[in-house]
């Protein structure tokens, strides 16, 4: 038995404990208290320190990695994603290292406290073989476009993000149709109905723009524009007529298996929409912040019954690849929110909406030992999670099913 010892221990949910302590065997929690209540042959202290669950990043892009500071975020959306297709594409021709990226994004991460991912990848194979040999948890969801000239390719894409047989034991296997404005209505019906049959989960770009109601309504506008100059437009594209968290409704989407990507750009009457499918919102702050979209409405979603949960998006478009970096910009941004549901969005609640709610992110008897330690200053120490938000400190130590982890470059 492992015995782990600090200032606090936040289990998540539940009541912070002072002077506190987790137990740990064969890599799962069997107690958690009040550091006097247990003895083990093994006992590592902390001290000064908040040890919480693992981080989960409900979502990212783990193979664009390789753009960090590349295409930095702009107020032009579509714009922005013309660059970061054409860098993507003309790097992937030139080193076709999508392994490397997501390699080099697991580092990140796991550096970073976190111990749970929902991935997208548009190479579903070759991403998730490197997820499967690292320690990570994660929903891998196969990235799907099927619009005008690639509409064919929507079976084939479908088929790829959810093979027949999958099994493993840390990353589960997911389908993730782009967007309302890169995969037509019949396309995210198809992919809702295939999600349903496999009891998948499903990851959607939804309301990310005001330029995506503007192509969801119209057919028209930068998106459209987008699409013609990257070759994929065809005349058979047609405006769907609605709002898109009403589209993706209607094709079946939103279920309490889906996690909505962004949701920036929502109205009262959709945020009731969302809450009562079951569906999650992975909000993304500092991607959120870098495009300059207006406010996000996640403490309406939460009033209303979301389960939000914070992503970081990807280094194409955030500094870091850290839920707890984006945890203390939102501490800063909102000081009035409880540091304990900031928390939650980033451990509790990303689990649920990755389906892992029963397993990870809290620190429960049962659970496995996916543990992150973070230091805190000593004139904070009063305040346990506000503490550990208004520090700069990064973990010290990272803990995946009771082990600690190698967090050097290489491993």
């Not at 979502?59 to 590349?70: I, Q, V």
């Amino acid at each position: 038995m492992k015995l782990l010892t600090a200032r606090y221990v936040v289990p998540a949910g539940q009541p912070v404990i002072e002077d506190g302590a987790v137990l740990l065997r064969a890599g799962r929690v069997v107690g958690v208290g009040a550091r006097g209540e247990f003895s083990a042959d093994s006992r590592i202290d902390y001290g000064d320190a908040v040890i919480c669950p693992g981080f989960v990043n409900a979502h990212t892009h783990l193979e664009l990695t390789s753009l960090a500071g590349r295409v930095p975020p702009t107020g032009d959306f579509a714009g922005w994603l013309g660059r970061l297709v054409a860098d993507l594409t003309a790097r992937e021709a030139s080193e076709g290292d999508v392994e490397s990226a997501v390699r080099d994004g697991v580092v990140h991460s796991i550096r970073a406290g976190v111990t749970l991912l929902g991935d997208i990848t548009r190479a579903p194979a070759r991403t998730r073989s490197v997820l499967s040999g690292s320690n990570l948890r994660a929903v891998s969801f196969g990235e799907v476009i099927a619009i005008g000239t690639q509409r064919s390719k929507l079976d084939d894409r479908i088929l790829a993000a959810l093979p027949d047989g999958w099994s493993d034991a840390r990353v589960r296997v997911g389908v993730s149709p782009h967007a309302p404005y890169t995969v037509e209505p019949d396309g995210l019906t198809a992919c809702a109905k295939r999600a349903t049959q496999a009891k998948a989960p499903i990851c959607i770009h939804l309301a990310e723009s005001p330029e995506e109601t503007v192509f969801t309504e119209t057919a028209a506008g930068s998106l459209a524009d987008h699409l013609k100059a990257i070759g994929v437009w065809d005349d058979a594209i047609a405006p769907s007529g609605c709002r898109p968290v009403e589209l993706v409704r209607r094709c079946g989407l939103l279920t309490e298996r889906t996690i909505c990507a962004h949701a920036n750009y929502v109205t009262d009457a959709e945020i009731d929409i969302l809450a009562a499918s079951g569906a999650s919102v992975a909000y993304c702050p500092r991607t959120h912040a870098a495009f300059g979209h207006e406010p996000h409405r996640f403490l309406d979603m939460l009033r209303a019954g979301v389960n939000v949960c914070v992503g970081t998006d990807s280094l194409a478009s955030t500094p870091s690849l850290s839920v707890l970096d984006d945890l203390r910009f939102l501490h800063r941004a909102y000081p009035d929110v409880s540091p304990g549901v900031l928390l939650e969005m980033g451990t509790v609640n990303g689990a649920k909406g990755l389906g892992f709610s029963t397993s990870v992110g809290a620190i429960s008897p049962g659970m496995p030992g996916d543990l992150v330690v973070v230091p805190i200053e000593r004139a904070n120490r009063k305040d346990g999670v506000g503490a550990m938000l208004k520090s700069s400190a990064p973990p010290v130590a990272v803990y995946i099913s009771g082990v600690l982890q190698n967090r050097s470059p290489a491993s």
